[in-house]
């Protein structure tokens, strides 16, 4: 994937980007379980990809649940609330959705370099 510091920073802010929009788009798509091996290369996208969720997830709640929920004395349920509810569905939109269509994109913008 990306080879040089411009190629992931750009990486990095699509990714970002697309995750973004997941909140807004991704209430209602099928939650699949995939198992892949440890030497398999998709094992290490999947693994990358639950990590950017593990890291997002809750950050992204708390700002919705502060921002959209007005939990006043009761912030940090509110906000394990909305992370739990968030985490499954952030999941699938990460690994089947914005992961394959960032990397798509993004061997696109970038395939002489690439090569």
């Excluded at 992931?8 to 091996?37: C, H, Q, W």
Aim: aromatic share 14%; net charge positive; with cysteine.
């Amino acid at each position: 994937m990306p080879k040089t510091k411009f190629q992931n920073f750009i990486f990095t802010v699509m990714m970002a980007l697309e995750l973004f929009v997941y909140d807004r788009l991704s209430k209602k798509l099928a939650f699949r379980f995939v198992t892949p091996g440890k030497d398999s290369p998709i094992f290490v996208i999947l693994s990358v990809s639950s990590m950017i969720v593990c890291l997002m997830c809750p950050s992204m709640s708390l700002a919705a649940a502060l921002l959209f929920k007005h939990p006043g004395s009761e912030a940090a349920a509110v906000w394990l609330q909305t992370t739990v509810m968030n985490f499954p569905m952030a999941l699938c939109w990460q690994i089947f959705f914005c992961g394959p269509f960032v990397r798509l994109v993004f061997r696109r913008v970038f395939r002489k370099q690439l090569k």
